[in-house]
Each structure stands twice: as C-alpha cells, then as structure tokens.
C-alpha cells in the first residue's frame, strides 16, 4: 500500500498513461495521519472482510508498521479466514509507521520506543501516554472491538518498549508480544519495572517473549554460509540479545497476573524471526480470553 503525501486516507490514486500500472492498494486497509509526540506519524489499518463479530474484532496494534505491517495483514486474513479449522478470531490490524515513503524513521523510533523519560517531551513514556489516549481511542472509533483480546506486538526496539509499557500499564493491553527485545538499551530499567509489576486484574495479561536462535554470536558462526560480519558479531556479543530475553520472560512468568511464554526461533536472525513470531503471535491472541 502505497500513499499519496497529503491524502491522509486510502492509498493514491494510480497513475495513467501509456505505461499503465501503478501503486498497488491492499484491498481493507487505509492510512490516517497522526500527530505525535515528536511530529507527523501515520496509523496504518487493515480489516477483515464481512461484518465484524458480535463481540468485536480482536485488535494488534504494532509499533513497526514498516516491519511488521504486511505481513500481519496477510496472515490474519488468511488464519481468520479459516477460523473454524485455525481458531483464529476476525483480526483488526493496526501499525505505527512514518509519513516516509518506506514508512520509516529510524532516528525518530529509536527516541519514540526508548527515549526520554518525561513527558511532554518525545520518548517512550509520551509514546505510551499517545498510545492510550489517542491511538487507541482512534482505532475504537472506527471498529467495535473486543477488549479481552487487545495486543500490542513491538520487534527489537518495539519489544523493548512493550516490556516497559507492561510495567508502566499492566493493565492496558490482555496480550503483550516483545520480539527480539533489545533489552541492552536499559537492562535494569526492564528488570527494575517486571520486578515492581502488579497484577493487572481481572484476567491474567498473555505475553510471549521471542528471539531467534541466530542473535546469540556463537549460534550465528556456528551456521553454514557466509560467516557474519565483524560488525554484526560485535554487536550480538555485547548486547546479550538470547539470555535476555529469557530472563524476562521468566521474570514476567514469577510475577502475579502474568501468563508469561518464552520462544526460541530456530535458524532465524534479528529480521527473519519477524515472520514466525507473527504467526505464533496471532495464536497466542487466539487462545482463552483472560476473563
């Protein structure tokens, strides 16, 4: 999908001449403009054909619309649209990306994800405020949708901020998935937060905590193939990615209220785990209701 600059809606008209052809157009998605707290974002929404369930859509709201976005449309359409056999609920899908041709701003997302932490200023604490007060209420505006399966799903960056957000709002989301949570940005503020976290109540909150096997440097050299570059490697060394995340996943599964899972992604790195993390995470927001 493809916007134009100024429409603020559904994809841009396409363009004709000789040639023909033009930008492609996801059939139920569109794009709203957002303001947020550190300039124009864009909110990214796709919904399943036909009428919306009596309870509700089951909502995912991601914070890489650029990363995660497609493919997610993709497979809650094609998981929900053989729900009887995958148990998979009507999924609305809703990203955060950037007014940006290729819907990224790194600079922009690592100090919205893992910024400053006082508001009103840009940072993680102002995007989680800009969450629930206006992401969230945008979407309910546009869909009716069921508050037992709410989940927020966040990669590298994004993990990190949806461990905090859990800590911060335990409450906020039924289901949370951190994948490949780049818990070396503030190791003790992510153990500081799951240690002092209370029960959210009424229903146990789910959440997976996902990494691939590849982000640990001895796994990544010990595979066939070209060997990882010296950059990459000193990277994965330092920052720990695996045993982290494990650590938080178990942290989160002692807490009370928390219904905490840990997955290692076999034969994936920090970008091909994105595609079987989704498809486990809309299970995972398929399962029992916390109430």
Known sequence: MRQGPDTGGAAAPPETGAAGGGPAELPGSEVLPLAGPGGPMRLFLARPPGPP????????????????????????????????????????????????????DMARRETDLTGPEAPPAAGRAATLTFLEHEVLPRIAARAPLDARRRMLLGHSFGGYFALRALADRPGLFSHVVASSPSVWVDPGAVSAGIAGLAAPGPGPVRVL??????????????????????ARLARLRARHMVPRAREAAAALAARPGIDAA??????????????????????????PPGD
């Open 53 to 104: 369930p009596p309870q509700g859509y089951a909502l995912v709201l991601a914070l890489d619309a650029a990363f995660t976005f497609g493919t997610l449309r993709e497979a809650a359409l094609l998981q929900s649209g053989g729900a009887a056999e995958s148990g998979v609920a009507k999924v609305l899908v809703a990203a955060l990306g950037y007014p940006t041709p290729d819907w990224q």
């Open 209 to 230: 905590v996902s990494v691939g096997d590849e982000e640990e440097a001895g796994v990544a050299l010990a595979r066939s193939g070209p060997a990882p570059d010296p």
């Open 262 to 287: 840990f997955h290692l992604f076999e034969a994936a790195g920090h970008g091909s785990v994105v595609a079987p993390m989704i498809a486990r995470a809309l299970r995972l927001l398929a399962g």
